[in-house]
């Protein structure tokens, strides 16, 4: 099963050959399902999300889950903020704000880390983490996916304020409640990272903006491809070990296409995730 996990398009900032390249290199690849971890629009006026509809649609056959991101709630527009802030969001992108999405052997748990009071920034309250944690205690698939905008986990300092508030609290309960992958966007940072308290590790993975000029530092547009691969049986007694290979996949401007960065390979005996190998030559297989 492959996942392609996209992130902060900007809708209205997107730059036109790279958004053609992002969809000629989703269709090409053909993942099981396509994971949109918010700010699809830029200031969530209903020509960008009508644009963001298009480009959705045009990914036909490929299943898309979304989640909004703090950027698809209206800035300056404060009755429809105060009042319905996700009105056009459920209108052109989708009806639910925490979808789930369940497969023979992944399943995807979509949570919304925006609140209209927060601004740019995202919250978890507690009522929300515990609701996650039961969902994903309730699952029966391998692998155990949640998705939502603002990151759990940072790499650079000056990222401290962007990370969501609750972070450490929904880690400690959806970590325990089984989840081994977290995707997130917010920061146009892609990066993959290992999180637990050593009892029981889980990957947190970022996604790059996918086709915003709002390029972060010079980094070109980018997004990540996961492949969740079968089950190795164990030994008597023991877990079968479980992978997960992870593509991140950038966008070169000097052939227009979509093109693999970096590979990373994890791997979980039953204790939690641990990163293996990074690099920029593909995984075999």
Partial sequence: ?????????????????????????????????????????????????????????????????????????????????????????????CASLSPLWRGRRVAVVGVNSTRMLRHKHGELPAPLVDEVARQLAAL?????????????EIIEPSDRRNRVHGADAALAAWIAAGADLFLGGHIHLPYCVTTGDGSRDALVLQAGTSMSTRRRNGRPNSYNLVRFAPIEPGGPGKAGLRRIEIEERDHDPRIGRFTVATCREAVCAGSGWSLLSQGAVPLPG
């Fill in 1 to 93: 099963m492959r996942l392609a996990h996209i992130s902060d398009p900007h809708f209205g900032t997107e730059d036109a050959p790279v958004r053609d390249a992002l969809r000629e290199d989703l269709l090409r690849e053909a993942p099981d399902l396509v994971v949109l971890t918010g700010d699809i629009t830029q200031r969530a006026r209903q020509a960008q999300f009508r644009a963001a509809r298009a480009f959705l649609d045009s990914l036909a056959p490929l299943p898309v889950l979304s989640l909004p991101g703090n950027h698809d709630l209206p800035l300056f527009d404060l009755f429809t903020r105060f009042t319905q802030p996700y009105r056009f969001y459920r209108r052109h992108i």
């Fill in 140 to 152: 029966g698939e391998a692998f155990k996916v949640v998705a939502l905008h603002h990151p759990l």
